[in-house]
Nanobody
Framework: QVQLVESGGGLVQAGGSLRLSCAASGSISSINTMGWYRQAPGKQRDLVVIMTISGTTNYADSVKGRFTISRDNAKNTVYLQMNSLKPEDTAVYYC?????????????WGQGTQVTVSS
């Protein structure tokens, strides 16, 4: 089992910045990728960015050049630095981890943190 705890959401004006954190605990060694998704009201949950254990990243086109994922292995924490925020970035942001054990893939989610960007 992997537990994910997010923090860092809040209210910010357009053009501002926020940094989200996601602390992982539990079966850390089973994790293959970590990343962030977001879900706006009435919409599906969409990928923001994922990072593999080798450091390969995949960003959604809508956030390229503005958002940056990073990690601190010593703290088992993944960060999402969000710059030049736009009102359309408003959503609940979820941390995600995908792990595998004995050939079975597991998908873990944090509780979500609200990001609101005002115009």
């Amino acid at each position: 089992q992997v537990q994910l705890v997010e923090s860092g959401g809040g209210l910010v004006q357009a053009g501002g910045s926020l940094r989200l954190s996601c602390a992982a605990s539990g079966s850390i060694s089973s994790i293959n990728t970590m990343g962030w998704y977001r879900q706006a009201p009435g919409k599906q949950r969409d990928l923001v960015v994922i990072m593999t254990i080798s450091g390969t990243t995949n960003y959604a086109d809508s956030v390229k050049g503005r958002f940056t994922i990073s990690r601190d292995n010593a703290k088992n924490t993944v960060y999402l630095q969000m710059n030049s925020l736009k009102p359309e970035d408003t959503a609940v942001y979820y941390c995600n981890a995908v792990g595998s054990r004995v050939g079975i893939t597991y998908n873990y989610w944090g509780q979500g943190t609200q990001v609101t960007v005002s115009s």
